[in-house]
C-alpha cells in the first residue's frame, strides 16, 4: 500500500524558510519519483518540483527555482522540501505524491500541509 505523509508546514513571515517532510513507504521499485504540488484556494493544483530517489536528479517549477530544494533520505524513506525566500504567493497546502506532478497527473499523494506566508 502506498502511503505518503506530510508533516512541517505552518505559518511563516515573508522572506522566511520552512522544511517539508514527506514520510514514503510502499513503493515499488520501480516507483522511485517523489514529488510535490501545490493547490491555493481557488486556483489549479501546480506541480513545483521532484526527485528521482535512484540517481538524485532534480526538476523544479520556474516559481519555485532557486528557492527551494528537494531532496531524500532513502534509508529513511523520506523526502525534504526546503523552501527559503518565502512568499504570500507560495500560500497553499503542499502535498507530496508518487511521480513527477510537474509532468505527469500523479496518482497518489499524501493528506497535505498548510503552508501560510504572512506579508
Known amino acids: 500500500e502506498v502511503q505518503l505523509v506530510e508533516s512541517g508546514g505552518g505559518l511563516v513571515q515573508v522572506g522566511g524558510s520552512l522544511r517539508l517532510s514527506c514520510a514514503a513507504s510502499?513503493?515499488?521499485?520501480?516507483?522511485?519519483?517523489i514529488g510535490w504540488f501545490r493547490q491555493a484556494p481557488g486556483k489549479e493544483r501546480e506541480g513545483i518540483s521532484c526527485?528521482?530517489?535512484?540517481?538524485?536528479?532534480?526538476e523544479y517549477a520556474d516559481s519555485v527555482k532557486g528557492r527551494f530544494t528537494i531532496s531524500s533520505d532513502n534509508a529513511k524513506k523520506m523526502v525534504y522540501l526546503q523552501m527559503n525566500s518565502l512568499k504570500p504567493e507560495d500560500t497553499a497546502v503542499y502535498y507530496c505524491?508518487?511521480?513527477?506532478?510537474?509532468?505527469?497527473?500523479?496518482?497518489?499523494w499524501g493528506q497535505g500541509t498548510q503552508v501560510t506566508v504572512s506579508s
Open positions: 505524491a508518487a511521480d513527477c506532478p510537474i509532468y505527469v497527473v500523479v496518482m497518489y
Open positions: 510502499g513503493f515499488t521499485v520501480d516507483a522511485n519519483i
Open positions: 526527485i528521482s530517489r535512484r540517481d538524485g536528479s532534480t
